[in-house]
């Protein structure tokens, strides 16, 4: 069975926080895959971006976002004059699932803690859920992904947005312009809040 998330509130560091993250098996992908893909990044990152998961890539190198996928991103971050070491990567679930298959919700559950965690160390202001599975996840549990995207939510301090994923966006170039509109409000956001 899948262990029940827990929220990790005794943790005080993300250092201590990614080595517990590490030794994880509390759900069945960590046997299938090659290591944990934590997250990466400025831990005082503004923005924070969350992706679904890991791919064959990000598997092989331990790193989010670094396939077809993530050079995508770069291109769309680099465009929004954000360089990507200033932003902090992660995923709804830190272990490639087998032949990159949506995960599971009992997946999603087991891994979120971590995610929450995360959240709670790093304090961003601006949260970009990359994909459905993301926004359902962080957002709103029915969103559709063309009802939603490009809409700000606030909660407490912390802005929130879906955009489409960038591996939808190589599938289906036509989404690249509504994705591209989201991320100029995304860019303008966060200067902004740099400003501030
Ligand atoms: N797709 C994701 O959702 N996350 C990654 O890290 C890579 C590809």
């Known amino acids: 069975g899948v262990k029940r998330e827990e929220s990790f509130l005794e943790i005080s560091s993300l250092e201590e926080l990614a080595a517990r993250a590490g030794a994880c098996s509390r759900c069945r992908l960590r046997s299938g895959c090659r290591q944990v893909v934590f997250g990466e ?16 890539v990000e598997d092989e190198q331990g790193r989010p976002f670094v396939g077809p996928a993530g050079q995508l991103l770069d291109r769309i971050l680099e465009a929004c004059a954000i360089r990507r070491d200033e932003v902090y990567i992660t995923n709804i679930v830190k272990c490639r699932p087998p032949g990159n298959r949506l995960p599971n919700p009992d997946e999603v559950a087991a891994c979120r803690g971590w995610l929450e965690a995360q959240i709670r160390l790093m304090s961003p202001r601006i949260i970009v859920c990359l994909g459905l599975l993301a926004t359902r996840t962080v957002i709103e549990a029915k969103a559709t992904m063309a009802g939603i995207h490009g809409q700000w939510f606030k909660r407490g301090d912390v802005w929130m947005m879906a955009v489409y994923h960038p591996a939808a966006l190589l599938r289906d170039p036509r989404l690249k312009r509504p994705a591209w509109e989201d991320f100029k409000l995304i860019r303008d956001k966060y200067q902004q809040l740099k400003r501030g």
């Open 41 to 56: 990044g400025d831990q005082k990152a503004d923005l924070m971006l969350v992706g679904e998961g890991p791919g064959q």
